[in-house]
């Protein structure tokens, strides 16, 4: 039974950080935002990474379930994408004028994404998503939008909820929101807003937070994508987490379908800051209407990493690397719970699985669980999907089993069967 | 005199880039934003860049007095600045969790910046812009947002214009739009919106395009920084774009008050991709508040850039070199342009220059006489301020000068007196 760590030196840099940073760390890796793991159970600040793997600032390394979020796709310090960002650096980056480097990843995405015809570059996943809604909203000239509720956008005020802090109703007056893979709710929103939703966004599945994350109902995008199409509505796919993972030819193409707009970011070039719309020819003149840029969109090396980390993840199919890694932890995880008479549901994609212990519905169970394996070196979270990287061993998974199954011991010392 | 340069490459390359990226190229660098030099005679795409100058596709060397948009402020390629990055590339970048270089680097601005009690990181200004009207809204509980007509904070929806596409009237139904330096306009917005507003936002002087640029009058910012105070309203500068190119303490500070919060990104990491919202005590809670995250917002590379790139604007004090370098180029323009009977208006901060030929009104002389220097070699622009930075040698502005004289006589053949 391993010993769980302790984080002296993160609590320490935490109250520091605490002074100049509101929340000291926000976002996701922050413990402000309520919905993580215990703040005593887990590391707030890195060291180094490499691989699946990162180490936290007090000398503890972690199996990185999480890869920052989704941007870790091929592992940590990919030495190809790192070569081909050096060479680009050096000739140079953040310029007056873009380099070719912009217009080859432009080829390159429109070569391997099935629904782009054109690849337009920012930096968030926001940027991406505001700008399909903007490009919507442009090409029909109406302003209803159809949102799948668990969805996740980005932050922009559009795209939150009224009771969000700094959010106003004129804000969001516009979203209509329906249950995912309801198919009749779908039918009847349009009904009855008939000739004035201007897209549907939605996630290729819903991998929400909190709740088992869901596949399309068979049948259910080929309504959608009917639906849509009907009623000369913009098909919006929100791939900025899955993208790259299921499908190199994007999500949308993985079930079965095409999308007229499709938003990718985190996977696009292993951890380089870059996000990227893309979409159908007929919206290409409505995108160049629109007023759109930043500081640092046409800068250099992002692209030449993305054009290295897409090509690499051509070369090993990293989509059946991430479905067999993720599918034989899943199977892994799912013996060990079970030998200690746990009912874990591992749910989604398997790269990008979604977990829960199911033997308690306030999932409190599932925290404390995920709180001691954190606290032996496999990072894991409690409220969000994970992500597979295309460097994890079988070792790691081996190594990952061991400690689910030490953790699984605790928590079954602390509440008997 | 120099024969003026062509462009065969990026001519051919813009084609194939059209055919993959709406508008080719998009945004200020691009030819389709239709208030640009003329199209044939401006260079579309980089090779490389270092220090004061970027060489085009076509082999073509320019002194470069756009500097990216503004993100180069020591010059391309500085090697203090990528030798830090790349030290901290090694460790790891965009990481499950924070480096400490965050919190280096949010005690460094605090420490640099006036009214900086805290540092919130993003990736655009866009990004910051946006929180910094979330966060007033948050704090005030009203909706409105006072303007300054001529002003640019970004491309998000509720700080576009009505008639720009994909923006719709709810967007900007809360916005306020009062003329610069017109003290009397900002008491009327006030009298007339009693207890509605949330934020006045504001560059610390209007660098539009098209127009002179104007520094604020006598007392005009004492007057602004009063009625937020008196109205409890919230009092948001952009300094994105003049933002450590005037003051290291903000150009609030430069000035002579203190904004509540204050936007900062190009010149705040020499071209690494990161934005920065700084604020007063009061509102760091309420920003702790907002769900307000990006994939790459914690990526330490631009962190550890950015530490580096103040340091060394510190110890050079870029500020005070930009004004000498500056004015010097604009002494040497302006004695050109007398020279050959033009007579050439250089308005706004030296290390921000505007220019514009006041004999023909239509611009249309002056975008000629931009075209030629262009063509031969000084990258200026005919409708945006310029931008100084440190790497601009002596030689450098006597080229700049020899040059402007041949465009100057070009289009004083062409247009006699």
């Not at 159970?41 to 979020?69: E, K, N, Q, T, V």
């Not at 290729?204 to 009623?231: I, Q, T």
């Not at 669980?369 to 979270?381: L, N």
Request: contains cysteine; proline residues 4%; hydrophobic residues 40%.
């Amino acid at each position: 039974m391993r010993e769980p760590f302790t984080y002296p030196n993160s609590r320490e840099q935490f109250e520091r950080a605490s002074r100049v940073i509101p929340s000291g760390i926000y976002g996701h890796q922050g413990p402000a935002e309520g919905c993580h793991i215990p703040f005593d159970a887990f590391p707030l600040f890195s060291s180094r990474a490499s691989g699946s793997y990162f180490w936290d600032i007090d000398g503890h390394r972690y199996i990185d379930y999480m890869c920052a979020y989704g941007p870790n796709v091929l592992g940590y310090n990919d030495p190809d994408v790192d070569e081909a960002a050096r060479k680009q650096r050096e000739k140079g980056d953040c310029i007056t004028s873009p380099s070719l480097v912009m217009v080859d990843f432009a080829e390159l995405l429109t070569d391997t994404v099935a629904s782009a015809d054109w690849a337009f570059f920012a930096k968030n996943g926001n940027d991406v998503t505001t700008l399909a809604v903007m490009t919507a909203r442009a090409h029909t000239r109406r302003k209803k939008i159809v949102f799948f509720k668990g969805y996740y956008h980005g932050v922009s005020p559009w795209t939150q909820k009224i009771d969000c802090a700094g959010v106003i109703e004129e804000d969001v007056m516009n979203n209509l929101y329906v249950k995912w893979n309801d198919t009749a709710a779908v039918e009847r929103v349009f009904a009855e807003n008939r000739g004035e939703i201007a897209a549907v966004i939605a996630q290729p599945y819903m991998h929400g937070n909190f709740a088992d994350n869901e596949l399309p109902a068979e049948g259910f995008w080929k309504k959608v994508r009917k639906l849509c199409s009907e009623n000369e509505t913009v098909l919006i796919v929100d791939d900025v987490r899955a993208g790259f993972r299921l499908d190199l030819a994007g999500s949308d193409h993985y079930f079965g379908f095409e999308a007229d707009l499709i938003c990718f970011c985190k996977a696009l070039a292993n951890g380089y800051n870059v996000s990227a719309l893309c979409g159908k020819e007929f919206l290409k003149n409505t995108v160049s209407s629109i007023s759109y840029t930043g500081s640092y969109w046409l800068s250099a090396v992002p692209f030449a990493a993305g054009i290295a980390c897409i090509e690499k993840m051509k070369r090993l199919n990293v989509p059946a690397l991430l479905a067999e890694r993720g599918s034989r932890l899943k199977r892994e995880l799912l013996k060990a719970a079970a030998d200690y008479g746990f009912n874990l549901k591992i749910s989604g994609a398997p790269a990008l699985f979604y977990m829960r212990l199911a033997d308690d519905p306030s999932l409190m169970l599932h925290q404390e669980w995920i709180a001691e394996c954190v606290k032996r070196g496999v990072y894991f979270t409690n409220h969000h999907n994970h992500f597979i990287n295309a460097s994890l061993t079988d070792g790691d998974i081996d190594e990952t089993a061991d400690i689910a199954r030490d953790a699984f011991e605790v928590i079954r010392q602390r509440h008997p069967e």
